[in-house]
């Protein structure tokens, strides 16, 4: 949750500067294309009735020059022949000139308009008429171009918070999609840490108990006593710390030298194995060819302990079968003691988990089922635990080779 509060947060900073920046240059771009749109319409009216006053068919008054603008027609003597509705009986606004057909910008500060002054961007332009040079003049209200850029701007500044709320709703949203996997593989590993230092004092305590107890004794079969006692929990405590070495490279090795396995071969060489130590029946009957690919020490050792899972819990029989079928290879282990609760078939698979107490007895790491998991779906496979009508019905399916 902090990293994902820490992300929005950085990211959301990150987009507010950019926004910033964004939204000035919109302005400074919409500034400058209202100048040049304001420029090009004045300079092309300004030409318009330049032209026509040397015609000498310009109106009296201008009445169609536009909204926010005035105009003023000067002859050659220097009077005003035509002007804007609040430039009437008004003065030449400009005693500018233009060369020619060129136009020329200049600024008009505080030109009367009816009761009001006002600044302007102007443009004149001067024509040839057969009794002299004529002289029209248009200007742009320089308060209207700054009423257009400060209205786009209040409304940018209405909308960026509005926006980056919704950009950060959305990134925390997207975040929190993202990053959930990998907040719960680091909540698993924290608990698979504290599980693995619960498991591993276990046996420290135990030792330090018997050693403190023998000490107390000079009696030599006290001491042989203990030794015994603390190479069963020594053998406990190697492979808990195999297994959880097995998970470690499961978890962070690249997937590399895979060869083609037959994973019937070895299914009969752990059930080989598994045999001379119990008196469970284990029937290999329904083993056949299943050559899948990946490592096949990884395989024996997901093989090996759904077995050793079976024969610990089958009250006498664990039926072993492996065959292909179109949906790939499918492996079997099913026994025939008290099975597994619907509640718990998938809890069982978690680390350090001893399953149904109904089946739980012996010894044990609580890690065998998960490292079968972690290596079928390591495989790009899935172990589940099927249907059955009594005991436990371990079901591993994976691809083809």
Wanted: aromatic share 4%.
């Amino acid at each position: 949750m902090h990293t994902r509060r820490r992300l929005t947060g950085v990211a959301t900073a990150v987009s507010a500067v950019v926004l910033v920046a964004a939204s000035a240059l919109v302005l400074v771009l919409f500034q400058r294309q209202v100048l040049s749109s304001a420029d090009d319409l004045a300079r092309g009216r300004a030409a318009d009735l330049a032209t026509l006053a040397a015609d000498s068919a310009v109106p009296a008054l201008l009445a169609d020059i536009g909204d926010d603008a005035v105009g003023q027609v000067i002859g050659p003597d220097g009077s005003v022949l035509a002007a804007s509705d609040g430039l009437t009986g008004a003065p030449a606004i400009t005693d500018v000139r233009s060369a020619g057909d060129e136009a020329v910008q200049v600024d008009l500060d505080d030109v009367p308009d009816d009761d009001e002054t006002e600044d302007y961007r102007a443009w004149v332009v001067t024509e040839e008429g057969p009794d002299g040079s004529y002289t029209a003049v248009v200007g742009a209200s320089r308060e209207s171009i700054r009423e257009d850029v400060v209205a786009l701007g209040l409304a940018l500044l209405v909308a960026m918070p509005l926006v980056l709320v919704a950009a950060g709703g959305l990134l925390w949203l997207l975040l929190g999609r993202t990053l959930r996997p990998v907040e719960e593989a680091h909540r698993r590993q924290r608990a698979f840490v504290a599980d693995a230092a619960h498991e591993l004092q276990s046996p420290l305590a135990a030792y330090r108990a018997q050693l403190e107890v023998a000490q107390r004794h000079d009696d030599p079969k006290a001491w042989r006593e203990v030794a015994a006692d603390l190479l069963a929990d020594t053998d406990r405590m190697e492979r808990l710390v195999r297994d959880l070495l097995f998970l470690a490279r499961q978890d962070s090795s690249p997937v590399t030298g895979w060869t083609l396995v037959d994973l019937d071969d070895v299914v009969l060489e752990e059930v080989a194995r598994v045999r001379p130590g119990t008196t469970v029946v284990v029937d290999t009957g329904g083993v056949s060819a299943a050559p899948v690919r990946g490592s096949r020490d990884d395989l024996a050792r997901m093989v090996g302990n759904l077995l050793a899972n079976g024969v610990r819990h089958a009250r006498v029989r664990v039926e072993v079968a492996c065959h292909q079928d179109e949906s790939g290879t499918l492996l079997v282990v099913a026994d025939d003691g008290a099975g597994i609760e619907p509640a718990l078939r998938e809890t069982v698979f978690e680390r350090f988990r001893r399953g149904d107490p109904a089946r739980t007895h012996g010894a044990g790491t609580g890690l065998g089922l998960s490292i079968a998991r972690a290596v079928a779906e390591r495989h790009g496979g899935t172990v589940r635990i099927g249907e059955s009508d009594g005991g436990a019905r371990f079901e591993v399916r994976l691809p083809r080779a």
